[in-house]
């Protein structure tokens, strides 16, 4: 109420100055809020309907996005013509007047995207004409056919980039890009072309970057475009990629043919710098060992290339797969999500260089470690999502895994690995064999060796930080299992018992582990042997979801902590707020629902939750006299009934009992004051006791 004065006479205020100067609100409006800072002028998203006339002349760069413009009118831009830069992004653009750029002859670069710019091409052609100088030019978005932007691109020599995305071109001939002799960068995303003539780049001799993404294009072959740096032809129905025989030498390092239907591993340049080749979705597999003597010796594929009325045909053994590719510079290999059966002998020796290789859901059936294979280079390497059931290392190799820094062997059906595999591969910091049934070295005492083939000893990996085992129907583990590593992240959830009960086995991680899961491992405890992880000094993440647990842990001195899990447990009593106080400085986060808690003992809830943020309370529930409350809705303070259960019973039973006692000792006392001679002598004569008196 105090305010309200305040308030009205600022209310009288603001009326007074608008009645006294109406003027310069409608000034600001039909100007706009146009920010200005070094040249720059932005005047996005601020309603204009035309071009405000009113900005420094000097202005290089002008902002014009999201205003409601339609047109462009000959001359609105006369007042700048220092103008470098200028963008129109999503101005309802149809017109734009053939004079409109007739003063920029300075422009460098010019967006237009997302406007409607197809209805009156011709005019924007004519006024694109002017602009001699410009470098680029974003077309995108404005539901354009091949024919308007070969008219609109004619003559625009000086050009470096363009991008002609979402529009909707369908064919591609030698007449699009003709004169565009600068053209660096040409982007052809999103539109739907299915067919690209011979010869239709021909006139791009600067071309290095072509993006032809989410396009319908069929095929490619005869690919020759050799002074190009990177191909993106992701996202098309690829059947083949074949690239133009001959000695010729290819500049392209990128080439991005994932998402698209090959069947056969793309028939690269012969010589080229190719670093990174992405395949991923497809259809891939290699064939000759699926086909042996039993068939034909030479499958082969005949391409008819058609140019005009000249026909020549290319010849391809199909069985040559990568054979003629030159592969030598290559560093990243994406062939994830293919039907890879095997690598054939010599495949990856061909990539010397190779350091990044994913080989993620395929159907590979075995690995086979030789000198080169893979090479020494590698270290990244995904063979997760395989039917991976053995990995071979020839005999008396040493170095084969000499760089390797990652190792994904997740989901395959391996049942161990050969004893030596990560003997030398010093650099080894991460190995996922989640979701394979292996067990790990050494046994424990009286377990058959017959019984499982092979263990996996991570014993004395010095480089290891991150070990994921998760799902692998692991056994107790040894308290050495982990000797010798100093592993930051481990994960050994979903393996039932793998703890059997105690912390024993990752003491010796204790110093240096920041990550651990232990999600579905059965472990339980109870008052007296209470979880301790007092000693795990640097941990920040512990996941004890889904287990037994029905004290809370022990934290003491562990001040690391952030993120603690406890969700589908058997906690029936919050934390108590000296265990939650020992956290309080650096746990953020904790999961406490999905646990059968009594009502009755989460008082102080709302303590715990100043203290951390309790990431799922509005799933907490807690069980009062078999009612399911959401702990949210508990009112205020304990319940009622817990009060009562909370009072000594004695003390309950005293307070019953005592007015009653009280009541009989009176009523005794009136009684026998009223009655006291009577009832002696009633006694007397009753009992015939010998007086005394
Ligand atoms: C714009 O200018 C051109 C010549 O530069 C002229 O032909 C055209 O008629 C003008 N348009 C308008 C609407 O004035
Ligand atoms: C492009 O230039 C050629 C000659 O250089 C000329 O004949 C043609 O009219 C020009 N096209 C446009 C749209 O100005
Ligand atoms: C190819 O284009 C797609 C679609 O824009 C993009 O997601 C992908 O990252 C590009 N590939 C490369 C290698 O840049
Ligand atoms: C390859 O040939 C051998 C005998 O030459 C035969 O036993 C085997 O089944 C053949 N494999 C395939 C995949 O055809
Ligand atoms: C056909 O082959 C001839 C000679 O090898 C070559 O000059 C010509 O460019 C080829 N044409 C096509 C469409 O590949
Ligand atoms: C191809 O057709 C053109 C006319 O369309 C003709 O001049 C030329 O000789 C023909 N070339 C061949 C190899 O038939
Ligand atoms: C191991 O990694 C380090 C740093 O990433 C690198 O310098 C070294 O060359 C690698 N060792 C081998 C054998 O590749
Ligand atoms: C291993 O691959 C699986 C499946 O592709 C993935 O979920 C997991 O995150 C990968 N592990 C590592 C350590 O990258
Ligand atoms: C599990 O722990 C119990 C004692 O707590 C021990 O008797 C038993 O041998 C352990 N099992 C294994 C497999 O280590
Ligand atoms: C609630 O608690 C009672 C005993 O206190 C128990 O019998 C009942 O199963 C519990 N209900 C739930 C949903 O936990």
Same mark, same amino acid.
């Given at each position: 109420m105090e305010l309200l004065p305040l308030w009205l006479c600022l209310g009288v205020h603001f009326l007074a100055v608008e009645w006294r100067n109406p003027s310069r609100m409608v000034m600001a409006a039909s100007q706009g809020d146009c920010k200005l800072l070094d040249g720059v002028a932005d005047c996005r998203g601020q309603n204009l309907v035309s071009v405000p006339s009113n900005l420094p002349p000097s202005s290089q760069m002008l902002l014009l996005d999201a205003n409601p413009l339609k047109t462009l009118w000959n001359h609105s831009l006369q007042h700048y013509p220092l103008l470098e830069s200028l963008s129109l992004h999503s101005c309802h653009l149809e017109h734009i007047g053939s004079g409109a750029f007739q003063e920029q002859a300075r422009l460098r670069s010019l967006a237009l995207p997302d406007n409607s710019l197809s209805e009156s091409y011709k005019e924007t052609a004519a006024a694109l004409c002017r602009l001699r100088g410009l470098r680029r030019l974003d077309l995108s978005g404005n539901a354009l056919t091949e024919d308007m932007v070969a008219l609109m691109l004619q003559n625009l020599s000086s050009l470096e980039s363009v991008s002609l995305a979402r529009n909707t071109i369908m064919r591609l001939d030698d007449s699009v890009f003709e004169g565009l002799g600068h053209l660096r960068e040409l982007d052809l995303q999103r539109n739907y072309i299915f067919e690209i003539e011979g010869g239709a780049f021909d006139s791009l001799p600067e071309l290095r970057h072509l993006n032809l993404a989410y396009n319908n294009l069929p095929c490619i072959v005869?690919? !020759? /475009?050799?002074? /190009? %740096?990177s191909l993106n032809v992701s996202y098309n129905s690829l059947e083949w990629f074949l690239a133009a025989g001959g000695e010729a030498s290819f500049e392209l390092e990128t080439l991005d043919l994932s998402h698209n239907q090959l069947l056969f591993f793309p028939l690269l340049p012969q010589c080229s710098k190719l670093r990174t080749l992405l395949l991923r979705d497809n259809h891939m597999g290699f064939y000759r060992d699926l086909y042996n003597s039993s068939s034909p010796q030479e499958m082969v594929a005949q391409f008819l290339l058609v140019d005009g009325n000249v026909t020549n045909i290319t010849t391809v053994s199909l069985w040559e797969e990568f054979a003629s590719s030159d592969l030598s510079e290559l560093r990243f290999l994406d062939m994830s999500q293919n039907q890879f059966q095997y690598l054939p002998d010599g495949f990856l020796k061909k990539m010397p260089a190779l350091s990044y290789l994913n080989l993620n859901q395929n159907c590979l059936v075995t690995l086979h470690i030789r000198e080169h294979e893979p090479p020494g280079a590698l270290a990244e390497l995904d063979l997760s999502q395989n039917q991976l059931s053995a990995v071979h290392v020839a005999p008396g190799l040493r170095s084969g895994l000499r760089s390797l820094r990652s190792f994904n062997l997740s989901s395959n059906q391996l049942l161990g690995v050969p004893a030596g595999l990560f003997a030398d591969a010093s650099n080894l910091t991460t190995i996922d064999m989640s979701h394979n049934q292996i067990s790990v070295c050494p046994r424990p005492a009286g377990v058959d060796p017959g019984d499982t083939p092979s263990c996996v000893d991570f014993r004395s990996l010095a480089s290891l930080r991150r070990l994921s085992l998760e799902g692998c129907g692991l056994r107790a583990l040894q308290d050495c299992s982990f000797q010798g590593t100093a592993l930051t992240h481990l994960d050994l959830s979903g393996n039932w018992g793998v703890l059997n009960g105690s912390l024993a086995p990752l003491r010796v991680l204790a110093p240096t582990l920041q990550v651990l899961s232990l999600r579905n491992v059965g472990l339980s405890s109870s008052s007296t042997t209470e979880l301790d992880f007092s000693e795990f000094g640097n941990l920040r993440v512990l996941d004890l979801s !889904?287990?037994? #647990?029905?004290t809370f842990p022990r934290? %003491? !001195?562990? #001040?690391? /902590?952030q993120t603690l899990d406890l969700r589908r447990n058997l906690l029936t009593a919050l934390p108590q707020r000296a265990v939650s106080e020992q956290l309080s400085g650096s746990l953020r986060t904790i999961y406490l629902s999905q646990n059968p808690y009594d009502c009755c003992g989460v008082e102080g809830w709302e303590a715990l939750q100043r203290l951390h943020t309790v990431a799922d309370l509005a799933m907490v529930t807690c069980n009062l006299s078999s009612k399911v409350l959401r702990l949210t809705e508990l009112p205020r303070g304990v319940p009622l009934d817990c009060k009562w259960e909370r009072v000594d019973m004695g003390l309950l039973y005293l307070v019953l009992i005592l007015p009653s006692c009280l009541t009989l000792l009176v009523a005794c006392t009136v009684i026998f004051l009223t009655f006291r001679k009577p009832l002696l002598q009633v006694i007397k004569s009753r009992c015939h006791w010998s007086s005394i008196y």
């Open positions: 005869d690919f !020759g /475009l050799t002074q /190009l %740096r !889904g287990n037994a #647990l029905t934290f %003491r !001195g562990s #001040l690391s /902590l």
